[in-house]
């Protein structure tokens, strides 16, 4: 059933006023959802909740906004929303979002819009299309994720919701990486994931659980998963301050739309800094189905860089498959930053229509997109692995 016409005319003429109330509206759903419903925090990573100095949003709140301003865009074309649809669908699933969730964050929003547009704006006639759009996508959202979770349960070796693995082994890569093995307690099988795919891993906090993802850097075939995580912030320092071997955490089943599976194209992988943990499980699967694959890689030095010696190997075992590596400073500290360039990149990538995938944090993105961009690779082959919520730029919110 599709919306009614009267409600897409009003969503549509809100998308103005949405976008120029972005970051309030993710400030107050978010003020007010924890408020009412403090519960809710267990599920959400809360480092993605600070605002900066300059008082701009949490990319959580932000992306929450970005997903109302898109819908209101694209309410009557939903082919635009496939990709926003998946993406959230597979973090719901990754953290347990259940269907009884839904109403409660439906009556949250529009308070919060109430609120940050005031009666005259959000009246009732407004209130009525936007709740009609709300529980709409809504549904779509439940019958999504109600799928995913019953094949993944269905699965061999999967699991609905939490599922405690033990911690096999901790490996140090780096001065400041480890990587992390779990398995079942009791030698059972684990599903297979897709490479480039993620689990959830949640902590005892006071008063709230701790959450985050971690892409599995393993073999999607392994008898166990591998994380592999640089020492930053609460979870990871957990991870490698106070874990040990043979603990048992809590693991949300393998999710994520950052897969190269089925790609029918040679795939150029670009990633940076902690970037290179799904990059590593789908380089490994490219060799594995001697498919052409490119891996360009980041990292500060030499002395930083996790999983080397295992890419050699992979490189050295498979003829389709290249490496490219850059250090920000060289052995004797200093900056060779300028290596990475949109010129090196043109050079190394002859094929401009092949799939790209890239990974690492948000400033090394941005600067790889438009590199990519201006060296005539077109947006629509670009895939983008987000370590955090996803952040719409300026051009794609308008």
């Given at each position: 059933m599709a919306l009614s016409e009267g409600s897409v005319s009003i969503?549509?003429?809100?998308?103005?006023?949405?976008?120029?109330?972005?970051?309030?509206?993710?400030?107050?759903?978010?003020?007010?959802?924890?408020?009412?419903?403090?519960?809710?925090?267990?599920?959400?990573?809360?480092?993605?909740?600070i605002t900066d100095e300059d008082g701009k949003p949490g990319p959580q709140m932000l992306s929450l906004s970005d997903s109302v301003i898109c819908f209101a865009k694209y309410c009557d074309q939903l082919e635009h929303l496939g990709q926003l649809v998946e993406r959230v669908a597979n973090k719901h699933v990754s953290v347990g979002v259940r269907s009884?969730?839904?109403?409660v964050v439906g009556g949250v929003l529009l308070q919060a819009l109430e609120d940050v547009l005031g009666k005259e704006v959000f009246?009732?006639?407004?209130k009525a299309a936007v709740a009609e759009g709300y529980f709409f996508l809504a549904n779509i959202f439940i019958a999504t994720e109600e799928g995913m979770m019953k094949e993944k349960e269905q699965s061999?070796?999967?699991?609905?919701?939490?599922?405690?693995?033990?911690?096999?082994?901790?490996?140090?890569?780096?001065?400041?990486?480890?990587?992390?093995?779990?398995?079942?307690e009791d030698g059972s099988n684990l599903m297979t994931f897709s490479p480039g795919q993620y689990i959830s891993i949640?902590?005892?906090?006071?008063?709230?659980?701790?959450?985050?993802?971690?892409?599995?850097?393993?073999?999607?075939?392994?008898?166990?998963?591998?994380?592999?995580?640089?020492?930053?912030?609460?979870?990871?320092?957990?991870?490698?301050?106070?874990a040990k071997e043979g603990d048992l955490l809590e693991i949300?089943?393998?999710?994520?739309?950052?897969?190269?599976?089925?790609?029918?194209?040679?795939?150029?992988l670009i990633g940076a800094g902690t970037g290179i943990s799904p990059l590593v499980s789908m380089i490994r699967d490219?060799?594995?189905?001697?498919?052409?694959?490119?891996?360009?890689?980041?990292?500060?030095?030499?002395?930083?860089?996790?999983?080397?010696?295992?890419?050699?190997?992979?490189?050295?075992?498979?003829?389709?498959?290249?490496?490219?590596?850059?250090?920000?400073?060289?052995?004797?500290?200093?900056?060779?930053?300028?290596?990475y360039s949109a010129n090196t990149l043109d050079k190394i990538i002859r094929d401009k229509k092949s799939l790209f995938y890239i990974c690492g944090p948000q400033g090394f993105t941005s600067d790889t997109v438009g590199y990519l961009k201006s060296i005539g690779v077109k947006k629509e082959r670009i895939r983008l692995g987000n370590f955090g919520p996803l952040v719409a730029d300026s051009e794609t919110s308008k």
């Open positions: 969503l549509k003429a809100c998308h103005p006023v949405l976008l120029e109330n972005r970051e309030a509206i993710g400030k107050t759903f978010y003020r007010n959802l924890f408020r009412d419903h403090p519960e809710t925090k267990n599920m959400f990573n809360l480092s993605h909740f009884e969730h839904y109403p009246n009732e006639d407004v061999e070796g999967g699991w609905r919701g939490w599922r405690k693995l033990v911690l096999k082994k901790k490996v140090v890569e780096t001065p400041c990486h480890s990587s992390f093995y779990f398995a079942p949640r902590i005892p906090g006071s008063p709230y659980f701790l959450l985050r993802n971690y892409s599995l850097s393993s073999s999607s075939t392994s008898c166990m998963y591998r994380i592999t995580v640089k020492k930053d912030g609460k979870v990871s320092s957990y991870l490698h301050d106070e949300g089943v393998p999710c994520g739309e950052f897969v190269a599976d089925n790609a029918k194209y040679p795939i150029i490219a060799a594995e189905r001697s498919f052409k694959a490119t891996l360009i890689y980041r990292a500060h030095s030499k002395e930083s860089h996790p999983l080397k010696e295992e890419v050699e190997d992979i490189v050295r075992d498979a003829e389709d498959i290249s490496v490219h590596l850059f250090y920000t400073v060289d052995a004797g500290g200093e900056d060779i930053s300028h290596d």
